[in-house]
């Protein structure tokens, strides 16, 4: 069972225009409803891809958040959630067919009680002796405990592959555990480290900076692919072009197909390139986390892996 743990999740709705047209009304071809965010991204990729999951983190109570897990009970995803009082975010993408681009509105999350933090803990903790894998991704709500993920670590002991998707203060503090996969974009390394990564040697120095011991790195650049590296050796991965819808959720993708990729007992680079594929198939598609798994075998053949 791979353990998908996020604390942030969100009621999705996402609007597809033939032609956007700012300050003039815009009628949408097609409007979905579903649950989201990075964590449960992952959970519904792996599940798509056949891999037994878990959901867990937090969910806000009244009407999203209801919404959001009947959305996952028709997906058939398992989940553990904790509820609490904030209401469940939502956040809207905006699909501009004929410009080709993904807008997201998102809404911040916010606070929960430390009673709530408890309940999550013990939680995680019941969950992991069953676990052969855990993804641990998103930020956290304002005035959480950075160390949160750490404590995560701690607790999963090295036993199995953990990809942590985070950044700033959270990765910082899990870098003290080591031994995991740390995944982040470039956007998100950038700040991090705070400094521009203007060239590929400023991008080394920065993954080197964020490499956890006896762990890896991996930089995901949208469309570019993602760099990765494990300390030792580098790697450039290139995913195919595709007719890309949305984009948004790719990312998360990328972690489930990494993810599968290490339980398979593959290499770190043929790893990513199965989450490559991932994060293109999402990307044909107009809803986050979503893909076809006969798109992901037609697209894998097509990544390129390459020294970096």
């Known amino acids: 069972m791979i353990l998908c743990l996020g604390t942030t999740p969100?009621?999705?709705?996402?609007?597809?225009f033939e032609r956007l047209r700012l300050g003039e009304v815009n009628r949408a071809a097609a409007v979905?409803?579903?649950?989201?965010?990075?964590?449960?991204n992952v959970a519904r990729v792996l599940r798509a891809l056949g891999e037994d999951v878990v959901a867990t983190g937090f969910v806000g109570r009244g009407e999203r958040g209801d919404a959001l897990l009947a959305d996952l009970d028709r997906a058939g995803i398992r989940h553990e959630f904790v509820r609490v009082?904030?209401?469940?975010?939502?956040?809207?993408?905006?699909?501009?067919?004929?410009?080709?681009?993904?807008?997201?509105?998102?809404?911040?999350?916010?606070?929960?009680?430390?009673?709530?933090?408890?309940?999550?803990?013990q939680k995680f903790a019941a969950l992991t002796p069953r676990a052969t894998g855990c993804v641990l991704s998103g930020s956290l709500p304002p005035r959480s405990a950075e160390d949160f993920y750490a404590r995560c670590l701690r607790r999963l002991g090295g036993r199995v592959p953990v990809i942590v998707d985070t950044r700033a203060g959270p990765l910082r503090a899990?870098?003290?555990?080591?031994?995991?996969?740390?995944?982040?974009?470039?956007?998100?390394?950038?700040?991090?480290?705070?400094?521009?990564?203007?060239?590929?040697?400023?991008l080394r120095e920065a993954m080197r900076s964020v490499t956890p011991e006896n762990g890896s790195v991996v930089v995901t650049s949208g469309s570019e692919g993602a760099v990765v590296s494990d300390d030792r050796r580098a790697w450039r991965v290139r995913p195919p072009r595709v007719e890309a819808t949305s984009a948004v959720g790719s990312g998360d993708a990328f972690s489930a197909g990494m993810m599968i990729g290490l339980l398979r007992g593959k290499s770190l680079q043929d790893a990513c390139a199965l989450g490559a594929a991932?994060?293109?198939?999402?990307?044909?598609?107009?809803?986050?986390?979503?893909?076809?798994?006969?798109?992901?075998e037609a697209l894998l053949p097509r990544v390129r892996v390459e020294p970096f």
């Open 85 to 121: 009082d904030p209401p469940a975010r939502q956040c809207v993408t905006v699909i501009d067919r004929a410009a080709g681009t993904a807008t997201e509105l998102v809404e911040e999350s916010q606070p929960v009680s430390e009673d709530a933090w408890g309940e999550l803990e």
């Open 174 to 202: 899990a870098l003290n555990e080591g031994g995991f996969v740390a995944k982040l974009n470039r956007d998100e390394l950038a700040e991090t480290v705070g400094f521009p990564l203007d060239s590929d040697q400023r």
């Open 278 to 296: 991932c994060g293109a198939a999402n990307a044909m598609t107009d809803l986050a986390g979503h893909l076809s798994q006969t798109d992901v």
């Open 32 to 40: 979905y409803d579903y649950a989201s965010g990075k964590s449960i």
């Open 10 to 16: 969100v009621y999705q709705r996402s609007m597809v």
